[in-house]
């Protein structure tokens, strides 16, 4: 039950820093095109793939199964967007923007891919010091 709660925790958190984060993108970048969701979409990527590397059991920095499940599911779960991603998408779409939608699923793919590496790279660079 500690396990769940925990999740439950990281999850409003992360939904939180998401909503903040997004409303920072939306004021310094406009709301056109979904800066504040692939932003974060990639962020969250590289704080997962930082968290698989460095905080697992060969890790520089290992932590708890409960402290890992709070940050990678919770937090990043909460944070991270997907559902989000989709739906905006989906608007641009039915909206006729054919090339943003595509570039929005190019983009949110290629450098959610390049995040994860990146955290991860990052975590792994840590353990072999």
């Not at 820093?17 to 969250?44: D, E, K, M, S």
């Not at 704080?47 to 060969?58: E, L, V």
């Amino acid at each position: 039950m500690q396990t769940y709660l925990l999740i439950g925790l990281g999850g409003a958190l992360g939904s939180m820093a998401r909503h903040w984060c997004n409303g920072l993108a939306a004021g310094a970048l406009g709301i056109a095109f979904p800066w504040g969701t692939l932003i974060i979409n990639v962020l969250g990527s590289m704080i997962i793939g930082f968290a698989a590397a460095a905080m697992g059991a060969g890790g520089r920095f290992p932590v708890s199964d409960e402290a890992r499940l709070f940050l990678m599911v919770g937090i990043c779960g909460g944070y991270t967007t997907f559902s989000a991603f989709s739906l905006q998408t989906l608007t641009l779409l039915q909206n006729g923007e054919v090339l943003p939608a595509a570039g929005n699923i190019s983009l949110s793919v290629i450098l959610c891919l390049i995040g994860v590496w990146l955290g991860y790279a990052a975590g792994m660079a840590i353990n072999a010091r």
